[in-house]
């Protein structure tokens, strides 16, 4: 079995006097492509944020490679966030810089890179995510939704993550180009040996992407495992979700 890489335990998250997360609990392993899914305000975004250290749970633990990221110092947690990258839903490109800019930036802020070099991975990375080489002039304004997840994407694999965080990746995009980003996926998993961990609501990329996953509802992790194991289990959210979905219904 693989090395775990998230241990999430017990997790009890509050929004003023909303209750998020009544003890949840998850455990992904290296290499694999994990999803968190659920219907709207099911938490699993807010989920993934804790995830990556921009929200904190009232109580429970979560350890990424091995480490408790609610006792690290602030140099610690600075290296930890190194070691992923994160695509957030709307791409979060920055408007006044080009696709290349986008990407350099990270390279300036972490890195003591010569310029030339930096423009060579800047090319590097825009070809591995399928952008066409003259992306690198364009601004975001001046993309499509599949070419603005690409770059985004391109931005949060330039330091070579171990560790991948998707939020809603083919959302708003049309279904041929929804397959084919999954598809990328999981060709950057299995050539840069990447953990995935998505949140989404996409039925296709749970059939299809999608190693194991979590299904959200009523505060908790309703099940967990590989979608032939959640469909056996009986249970009324997973009958509604699954059934709902099949017929073309987003949660």
Known sequence: MKPIVIEARNIVTRLGENLIHDSISCTIRENEIYALLGGSGSGKSTFLREMIML????SGSIHIFGKDIADLSLTEAQELRKQWGVLFQSGALYSSLTVGENITLLYKEYT????????ELVKLKIDLVGLPTHAIHLYPSQLSGGMI???ALARALALDPK???LDEPTSGLDPLSSRQFDALIQQLRDLLGLTVVMVTHDLDTIHHTVDRFALLGEKRVIAQG??????AINHPIVDYFFQKESHGIQG
């Not at 929200?55 to 009232?58: L, S």
């Not at 003591?112 to 930096?118: E, K, N, S």
């Open 55 to 58: 929200e904190t749970p009232q």
């Open 112 to 119: 003591d890179l010569p310029p030339a070099l930096i423009h």
């Open 149 to 151: 997840k690409r770059a």
């Open 163 to 165: 560790l991948l965080f």
């Open 226 to 231: 590989t979608l032939k194991e959640v469909l």
